[in-house]
Structure formats: C-alpha cells, structure tokens
C-alpha cells in the first residue's frame, strides 16, 4: 500500500474528443419566460458550452489543481471488493499535534471541494487549533478506481476511508462531511468510533422525528414543543427540496445505469444535470463560468467516468425514500452546521436524537457545498468545536492542535 504521487494529466486526445462532441451539440428547445422553472435555463446551458469549447484552458486549470493540492494515489484493500487505487488529497500542518481530519465529499462534490478551506484547516495558530487534511476522492469519483462488482455500499466507502487514514499513519482521527459525505463519515463513526475515530462534524445534519407508535411520550413532546422560525424556514426549504429538487435522486436511486449512458456520452448532458444542483443548492453563490466548468470537468475526465459516482444512491438507498433512514446511532462526539439553503434542514431536536452533539452552529446564509461556498465559516466551525473550549477539544488524544 505505498503511497504514490500523483499528478493530473487529462490526454490530449480526451481533450479532442471533448471539444469534438461539444461542437456537435443538439440543444432542445425552451419556452418562453420561464426562467428557472422547468429547469437550467437554454441561454446559461450555451453560454457555459460556448466557453467550454471556446475559451475555457483546461490545462490552465489542470495546472492550477496540481500545483495548490498535494495529491497522492494508495492501493486500498476492501473486504470482498479486492484492491482500489484511491486517489486523496494529503496536507500536513506545520504543527506537530495537528488534528488529523478526513474530509469527505459527496455528489455531484469532488477532492475540488477542499481547495478553498485546506489552507485555512492547515493554518497554524496559537489562537486556534491546525488540522492535517486528507481529501479522498470516493470510489468511482475524481481518479479514484470504481469498484467492479456491485453491493459496494456505505459500509465499504467508509471501510475506505478508514484505512486510509490507518495507511498515513493516523490511528486516531476527526471527520468532516458533507451530502454522502456526512453519511460515510456517520458509518465511520458508527463502525470505527471509540478507538479509531474520535469525533466528526457534518454540514449534512439528519435526524428524524420520534415514531409515534414506537416512542409515544417523545413523540408528544415533539407535539408541544414549539419549533423556533429558523426551524419553520427550514422545514419549508427541506419540503422544498422534497417536491419540487428531488426527481435527480429518484432517478440515481433506481436505475443509475440507464442514466449513466446520458452522462458519460453526452458533455452538455453532464452540464446540465450537476449545473442544475449548482445552482439550486446554494445561496446566491456568484459562480464564475470558469468555475462550474472545472467542476464539470473533474467528472468528465474522471477515471471510471461519471457514471460511476452516482451508483451510490442505489447501493445505499435499496429502495429507501429517506435518506436519514440509512443513518445510524453514534455515541462519539458530533458537530453539525445548519445553512439556510441546504436540502434538508431539520429541527435540531431531531438530529441529537441519534447522534451525541456536543456543538451546533446556525449560519444565516450558505447552501449545500459549505466547504467551496463559505470555507471560511465552515473552518471556524471546526475550529470552535474542536478549540479551547469546544466540544470536541482534546477528542484525538494528544492532538490538541495548537502551536
């Protein structure tokens, strides 16, 4: 399992294919007015395509990832799933105690994610504490190896992760995650809390409210325990999400593969459906053009192609409407943040109710993608949760991560 350096270099010929099939687009037609209604609108689907084909310097951008993130691939071995080479992002603080801190991404999310924050969590301080950062990319995600047979669910993604971090010498360890992110990191703590994994934040915070039939007296507190406004707006954007931003999930859900022909054929068709959730899952974000593009393309060139990152859904989901239903009870420390334009924002009530929360922040801006969106709110949430004072300080021990 030694560690290789790793360097992207996406072919020319890949390239040349790109701009081939972007050149021979077919676009459909629109209806007058509607904006956003129906969809990404024509106009900001042929602009972004326009300056994909004819501007937009993948190399410029390539160059840029390689130079400002030390990356590494590993062979891991999964039970019952063979060897993976798994492609990570490995920072180390100048400070010796640094906390060592996984963070893990989700869909349509990638290793990109934590280019802004990973100088703030690496920062050394006496006024706060530093972080050694691993960013892996998940199976079948950036230049991560897929696996090959199918059943690999949150288990096996978090048996990953795991033994990565053994790999680099970390045995004892804080998480970070968000969208699958926070499940994977949720079944790490499930499986390897205690003696391994110590504590875990998530801006991905689930929790369902008590069963009537299973836990009446809870479920009559619930009753007459008012929610607050913050709450009531949250449960509006969740209900939100629910009808009107959820058909992508039903469709990953139940039949990625025939989807997956659409994504890995089609450059536009990829666009539009991770632009969409780019859009929609963020807080007025001023996404540049440039932006969006490097993040569609990480999918584009990425190694088992973009396909694979959304089999995931029917790994883990079997059938499953609710995707709290496949978190489980952790009693090692949580944190969670709540930001406004999230896709489920559920009342705090709900989340302690399974989990051991021991900090809670509530943000009045941010969407789905903290990390990219507001990095620097999100480092000082784990910050605070893991300093002087926090609820998880001193959770790795002998790794306070002061200077």
Known sequence: MAETPFTIAIPQEKLDILRKKLELATFPDELEKVDWKYGVPLADVKRLVERWKNGYDWRKHEKQLNDGLPMFTRDIDVDGFGTLNIHYVHKKSTVTNAIPLLFCHGWPGSFYEVRKILPLL?????????????????????????????????????????????????????????????????????????????????????????????????????????????????????????????????????????????????????????????????????????????????YWFSRAGPAASVRIYFEVMKGQVNTALSMARSTIPMGASWFPKDLYVLPRAWVRRNNHVVAEFDHECGGHFAAHETPSVLADDLRKMFGKGGGAYGAVPGKDGYA
């Open 122 to 298: 690496t920062a050394s301080s006496p006024e706060h504490p530093s972080f050694h950062v691993v960013a892996l990319s998940l199976p079948g995600y950036g230049f991560s190896e897929a696996p090959r047979k199918e059943g690999f669910s949150k288990n096996q993604f978090a048996e990953v992760a795991h033994k990565l971090m053994l790999a680099l010498g970390y045995h004892e360890y804080a998480t970070q995650g968000g969208d699958w992110g926070g499940l994977i990191t949720n079944t790490m703590a499930v499986n390897y809390g205690g003696k391994h994994h110590k504590a875990w934040h998530t801006n991905t915070p689930f929790g369902l409210p008590p069963s009537p039939l299973l836990e009446p007296l809870s479920f009559l507190r619930f009753l007459v325990t008012p929610l607050s406004a913050r709450e009531k707006e949250g449960l509006a954007r969740t209900q939100w999400f629910t009808n009107q931003g959820s058909g992508y999930f039903a469709a990953q859900c139940t039949q990625p593969q025939t989807l997956g022909y659409s994504l890995a054929d089609s450059p536009v068709g990829l666009l539009a459906w991770i632009y969409e959730k780019l859009h929609n899952w963020t807080d007025s974000y001023p996404w540049e053009d440039d932006e969006v593009l490097t993040w569609i393309s990480i």
